[in-house]
């Protein structure tokens, strides 16, 4: 089996270079991959790419991601979220192959506090959210076999995350104001990707598994909460802080003033998810202490 991966140093992107390698041959590209196109920009290219390489699987772990700079950057969001993802869809439409593809639960309102299930009517709050809904669309439109996963507050080892910031900050600051009206599940980037191969064996077996899926960890949190774990943590395994536990303060999402609106109500429900691929979902808590383990130990 040959995979096609855009977007290889992604946080997902990443952890799927992993994740895909036993399933058969993985072609992983980026932004400045040479061989092929991987510039999700270059829409000409991608198709090229998709032909030449040929893939039963086409995993897209690429993405416009800077929720804020959507809002300046509209168009450029646009064609990689929604064009882009078109032309993969075409392409895997056009060879009979399978696309896996990411979205958000950032094309909900954010309203209510149940969480969101996949035929939840989506009313996007900003340009990320909306672009990200669009190349859903696009996907279905097209008629190829996918799987779409939409996520949230995705996290990995590597790279720069919340969970990151907040010990940054914590070494520095004696008192950190953090978000506690934003609820969501903390999801690690290994999950997905390990989720993901799982699915993808699956949907070769039995196609009709294909069709949207929220994918989270389970429980749930607000910023504040997160905050206030990573924190208790760090500093039971030894780390020195200068902000205490009581020094971290919860505040209202109109306290920090942001370019996009987010939803204060980021939950999904993965009842669907869990039913059809019959896999257990971890707790947050279980991923963020592996990663914070991991980043503590550098
Ligand atoms: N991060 C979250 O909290 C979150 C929440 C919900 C859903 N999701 C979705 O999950 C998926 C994976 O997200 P992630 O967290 O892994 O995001 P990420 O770490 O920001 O990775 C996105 C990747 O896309 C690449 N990219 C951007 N523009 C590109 C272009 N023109 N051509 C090729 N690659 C390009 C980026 O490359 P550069 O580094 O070179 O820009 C980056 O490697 C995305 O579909 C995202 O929308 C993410």
């Known amino acids: 089996m040959k995979i096609l991966l855009f977007g290889k140093n992604g946080q997902v992107g990443w ?32 198709r090229q790419t998709v032909r030449a390489v040929m893939p039963d699987v086409i995993v897209n772990a690429a993405a416009y991601t800077a ?7 509209p168009d450029l969001a646009y064609q ?38 996949e035929s939840d009517l989506p ?59 934003q609820i969501g599940a903390p999801t690690g980037a290994d999950l997905l990707a390990d989720v993901t191969a799982h699915a993808i064996s699956k949907a070769l077996k039995q196609p009709e598994v294909a069709g949207l899926y929220h994918l989270v960890a389970d429980g749930e949190v607000s910023w504040y909460g997160y905050a206030h774990f990573v924190l208790t943590f760090a500093r039971e395994h030894g780390w020195a802080t200068k902000t205490q536990s009581e020094a971290i303060l919860p505040v209202p999402s109109r306290a920090f003033a942001t370019a996009a609106k987010r939803p ?8 669907k998810f869990r039913c059809i691929f019959r896999l257990n979902i971890p707790h947050w808590q279980i991923g963020v202490a592996r990663m914070l383990t991991e980043v503590l130990e550098k």
């Open 80 to 117: 990689i979220n929604v064009e882009a993802a078109a032309i993969l869809a075409q392409e895997a439409q056009r060879m009979d192959a399978w696309l896996i593809h990411y979205s958000t639960d950032y094309v909900f309102d954010g309203s209510g506090d149940s969480p969101w299930i």
């Open 264 to 271: 204060l109500n980021s939950r999904l429900n993965t009842e």
């Open 67 to 73: 929720v804020d700079r959507a809002e300046s950057e």
């Open 15 to 46: 952890e799927l270079q992993r994740s895909l390698q036993p399933l058969g041959e993985v072609v992983a590209l980026d932004r400045s991959s040479q061989v092929y196109c991987g510039d999700l920009a270059d829409l000409v290219g991608i």
């Open 123 to 181: 009313s996007p709050l900003n340009v990320y959210g909306q672009t990200k809904l669009q190349g859903e669309e696009a996907i279905r439109n097209a008629g190829c076999r996918h799987v779409i996963f939409r996520t949230s507050w995705v996290y990995a080892a590597r790279g720069n995350n919340f969970a990151r910031t907040m010990l940054r900050l914590a070494q520095e600051r004696n008192q950190l104001t953090v978000i506690d009206d």
